[in-house]
């Protein structure tokens, strides 16, 4: 089974600075999709980063960036020039490949960014 | 576009009794999955529908069910409420591809005394 691992329960970051969140997952699958979403206090998901196990570059979406490390088995999130917004919970989430939605999800990093 | 819809956003009930949860997905998207959260077990994935069928199930108790209609709107119903069973339930809708890209919504946030 499946597992993914958030080490880090809450972190904190002045705002404009850099802060990266850890996540380690545990699999035998070679082709996998692993993502970062962010749930605000609001509530409502969203997803920041996807990145497929297949691909060796790490995927970027402006601020934010991941290091992935296929053999380590680790997936951290960087997020840069940190801004207020950025205050939510981090959940990495892990997916086997094919014809589902099912996300297995760590147990969250709460990010505060102070100014 | 409007974003996926749950009904009701807040909801209490009593111990034995059931509830129904709604989710209107976003337009155009077929697939729907529901998801429980809460503080000591985290997110965990209850079950998926598309185009009607059940795709796939996690490991709950059978007293939680869901259904999809034609118009792709989902239910799901919990039966014999436990207080265990007080959590949010999120839903989230996705088009086909890319895979894993799903859009939650806001969660109806059940309270069981």
Request: hydrophobic share 30%; aromatic share 12%.
């Amino acid at each position: 089974a499946q597992t993914v691992t958030q080490s880090q329960p809450e972190m904190s970051v002045q705002e404009a600075e850099t802060v990266t969140l850890s996540c380690t997952y545990d699999t035998s699958e070679n082709n996998y999709y692993l993502f970062w979403y962010k749930q605000p206090p609001s509530r409502q998901m969203i997803l920041v980063i996807r990145q497929e196990a297949y691909k060796q570059q790490n995927a970027t979406e402006n601020r934010f960036s991941v290091n992935f490390q296929k053999a380590a088995k680790s997936f951290s999130l960087k997020i840069s020039d940190s801004q207020l917004g950025d205050t939510a919970m981090y959940f990495c989430a892990f997916m086997k490949p094919g014809n589902t939605d099912k996300l297995i999800f760590g147990t969250g990093t709460r990010l505060q960014v102070f100014p | 576009k409007a974003g996926v819809t749950q009904t009701p956003r807040y909801l209490i009930k009593t111990r034995g009794q059931q509830v129904t949860l709604s989710c209107s997905p976003i337009s155009g998207h077929r697939s729907v999955s529901w998801y429980q959260q809460t503080p000591g077990q985290g997110l965990q994935f209850l079950f998926e529908y598309f185009s009607e069928t059940q795709r796939n199930k996690g490991n709950f108790p059978g007293r939680f069910s869901g259904r999809q209609f034609s118009n792709s709107r989902s239910e799901m119903n919990v039966s014999t409420l436990e207080l265990g069973d007080s959590a949010l339930y999120l839903c989230a809708s996705r088009m086909d591809n890319p895979p894993g890209e799903l859009f939650f919504g806001e969660g109806s946030r059940l309270t069981v005394l």
